[in-house]
Nanobody, 120 residues
Framework: QVQLVESGGGLVQPGGSLRLSCAASGTIFRINHMGWYRQAPGKQREYAAV???????NYADSVKGRFTISRDNANDTVYLQMNSLKPEDTAVYYC??????????????WGQGTQVTVSS
């Protein structure tokens, strides 16, 4: 079993910055991609950013140029640096990780979510 624990959410003014962290623990041989998703009130969960095990990144258009995803493979941790935050970035942010169990079996795990609120 694998657990993902997020931290770093909170209240920030428009234009401000926050850094989210997500640490994976448990029985882990290898983690493939790791990513961040978000869900605003009354909306479906949407993809924000993803990073491969080799460090390749991809971003949703809505966060491109403002958010930066990174990971520490030695500690099975992924980060999301969020700059120039806007009120529309307000959401619960969820960490995702695909754990590779070998023989082509990958299992997705999710964190419990951390609230980010952008408001003056």
């Amino acid at each position: 079993q694998v657990q993902l624990v997020e931290s770093g959410g909170g209240l920030v003014q428009p234009g401000g910055s926050l850094r989210l962290s997500c640490a994976a623990s448990g029985t882990i041989f290898r983690i493939n991609h790791m990513g961040w998703y978000r869900q605003a009130p009354g909306k479906q969960r949407e993809y924000a950013a993803v990073i491969s095990s080799g460090g390749m990144t991809n971003y949703a258009d809505s966060v491109k140029g403002r958010f930066t995803i990174s990971r520490d493979n030695a500690n099975d941790t992924v980060y999301l640096q969020m700059n120039s935050l806007k009120p529309e970035d307000t959401a619960v942010y969820y960490c995702n990780a695909q754990v590779d169990y070998g023989l082509g079996l990958g299992v997705d795990y999710w964190g419990q979510g951390t609230q980010v609120t952008v408001s003056s």
